[in-house]
């Protein structure tokens, strides 16, 4: 079989592929073949050694997949060879064959497009999770996000609006037309503050802010919210520079964020919190350095897995029914994994790009 690995930490072009034996599962685990892995800007910051649970290279990148099991290892009893299945795998989904924890996988409907599918599991469960889970929005309540033309950002607009939020999106001015084709307010972050425009509403602000880029941003984004409202701090991509580590980005990222939490706890009537969609194998890491190499196939799991099967269970219902529309920009081989990493940053607003083992 075939797989993607990281030798070291840098650009796309440490991405390479190399050739192993099929892998047998453990007790626990199944034997997945990958019909569609997800290629993400997580992807990027574990490539780039800026990703908090990162283990020490080498190791194979890819964060979510569907697939159809191969094999059950012993101990598995609810899925079968041939169920086709979901799984946020947090690494290791650059692979033709995967083994992952059966508890971690969710069963997937066998008339669904994999490539679409895949979109919906980190994707599309972040921003249900980060509206419904952590913000716990209401209908009327004033949404912002940062990056609203990106993968996640169109997300939360799309789900935003089945909410009957009333929304408003950061992005380049090339990306306006997009975020208000979704029937957000658009907010050009180049060239208008974003702040004083949103404190210019009735009210003085918003309910609720989704900061996904984190740093300094997210303290200027506090200032946004009125009494009673909430910022969700849930990326860290201030801490990529050029597809690379930035050693000014990590200051920079953690100095703001103690800043703006510290704020959220001396504040009576507004609050900081922070998302996590995954869980860590290595629980007592607490900086973004991979320290020893990896002992398992994948790299964790979703943080809450009730929350995870639930969630993703209500948006494959609403993929189903068309209410969502997860964009596939491409579908490459898992060979151009390296090419695939290189066109992220032009392809976040185009939709999402999938590797197809």
Request: with cysteine.
């Amino acid at each position: 079989m075939k797989r993607v690995v990281v030798d070291h930490f840098g650009g796309p072009e440490v991405l390479r592929v190399v050739e192993e034996p099929v892998p047998r599962p453990g007790p626990g685990e199944v034997r997945v073949r990958g019909l569609a892995a997800g290629v993400s800007f997580t992807d990027a910051l574990l490539r780039a050694g800026t990703y908090l649970g990162v283990p020490k290279p080498p190791f194979t990148p890819g964060y979510e997949l569907v697939g159809v099991v191969e094999e059950p290892g012993p101990g598995c009893s609810r899925l079968r060879k041939g169920d086709r299945v979901a799984a946020l795998t947090v690494w290791g989904a650059y692979a033709e064959q995967v083994c992952l924890l059966e508890a971690d996988a969710v069963e997937v409907p066998d008339d669904l497009d994999p490539a679409e599918v895949v979109g919906l599991v980190l994707t599309y469960v972040t921003a249900y999770q980060l509206l419904h889970r952590m913000a716990r929005v209401k209908g009327g309540e004033r949404v912002l996000v940062h990056g609203a033309a990106g993968r996640v950002g169109t997300a939360v607009l799309e789900l935003g609006a089945l909410a009957g939020l009333r929304l408003y999106g950061t992005a380049s001015a090339r990306d306006t037309a997009a975020v208000e084709r979704h029937g957000a307010v658009a907010i050009d972050y180049r060239d208008e503050d974003f702040v004083t425009r949103l404190r210019a509403l009735p009210g003085g602000g918003v309910d609720v802010v989704l900061d996904g880029l984190g740093g300094a941003l997210s303290l200027r984004s506090f200032r946004a919210l009125i009494p009673g409202g909430r910022l969700v701090v849930f990326g860290h991509y201030a801490m990529l520079e050029h597809g690379r580590d930035s050693w000014r980005g990590w200051t920079e990222w953690y100095g703001a964020t103690a800043a703006v939490a510290l704020w959220g706890l001396l504040s009576p009537r507004r609050r900081v919190l922070a998302y996590r969609i995954q869980k860590l194998r290595d629980r007592h890491q607490v900086l973004p350095v991979g320290r020893r190499p990896p002992a398992f196939p994948v790299g964790g799991g979703p943080r809450y897995r009730e929350w995870f099967q639930q969630d993703l269970g209500t948006l494959l219902e609403l993929l189903r029914r068309g209410a969502i529309h997860p964009v596939v920009a491409e579908r490459m081989p898992l060979s151009d994994a390296r090419r695939a990493h290189e066109l992220l940053a032009e392809s976040a607003s185009k939709g999402k790009l999938v590797l197809v083992p």
